[in-house]
């Protein structure tokens, strides 16, 4: 399995501009993550989706921010306008939820995005 | 109020000696367990989980950890540390009000200088 992949791994862009980041969990789970990681507030879930669902978007920072799921094996998030606060590394993760309790996350490689 | 906590930023230990990376927790109910290991410009990835059972769970790479329900801790170990063994690791523990939502430690670096 070629493990959660994300892409672009790099993205420089700037202000005002519309940011699309993709992800491809791995075939079988069906719960996914996005996550976004900065020095400042580490690591912080921003949408979960189960069964292509979303489940909980509390932690989407405001409406700039969209993500979607139309098939069990892709996702997207959306920033439109981008802003320099949003430059971080933005993961996209993937697990099989079900009978067990907590069955582990799978990571991607991250998307690292500057907003300059 | 749910938290978990790495008490320690860095851990500098030297090759071969023993290592232990520090994680206390607080969640209602029962504490699902996690330690999560980040390499430089990679994801993070699952080292071992701790869900019932033995307190003493063994993981990825000669990593293992011990649950101590009197103390709230889940420390990570390994008995001789390794260069390779230098990144960023995270603990996580469930959320009690959700099946779900994991709450993350800020991190802890490892640091093993040969």
């Known amino acids: 399995d070629a493990g959660v992949i994300q892409s672009p791994r790099h993205e420089v862009t700037e202000m005002g501009q519309e940011v699309t980041l993709r992800c491809k969990p791995i075939s079988g789970h069906n719960s996914l993550f996005w996550y976004r990681q900065t020095m400042m507030r580490g690591l912080e879930l921003l949408i979960y989706f189960n069964n292509n669902v979303p489940i909980d978007d509390s932690g989407m920072p405001e409406d700039r921010f969209s993500a979607k799921m139309p098939n069990a094996s892709f996702s997207t998030l959306k920033i439109q306008p981008s802003e320099p606060r949003d430059s971080a590394v933005y993961f996209c993760a993937s697990s099989l939820q079900g009978t067990i309790p907590y069955n582990e996350q799978f990571f991607g490689p991250g998307t690292r995005l500057t907003v300059l | 109020a749910q938290s978990v906590a790495q008490p320690e930023d860095q851990v500098n230990v030297a090759e071969g000696n023993p290592l232990t990376v520090k994680c206390t927790y607080s969640?209602?109910?029962?504490?699902?367990l996690f330690w999560y290991v980040q390499y430089p410009n990679r994801g993070l990835q699952f080292l071992l989980k701790y869900i019932t059972g033995d307190n003493l769970v063994k993981g990825s790479y000669g990593f293992e950890a011990e649950f101590n329900k009197s103390q709230t801790s889940f420390h990570l170990k390994k008995p001789s540390a390794l260069v390779s063994d230098s990144a960023l690791y995270f603990c996580?523990?469930?959320?009690?009000?959700?099946?779900?939502?994991?709450?993350w430690g800020a991190g802890t670096k490892l640091i093993i200088k040969p």
């Open positions: 996580a523990v469930r959320d009690g009000g959700s099946n779900y939502q994991l709450i």
């Open positions: 969640v209602s109910g029962n504490p699902y």
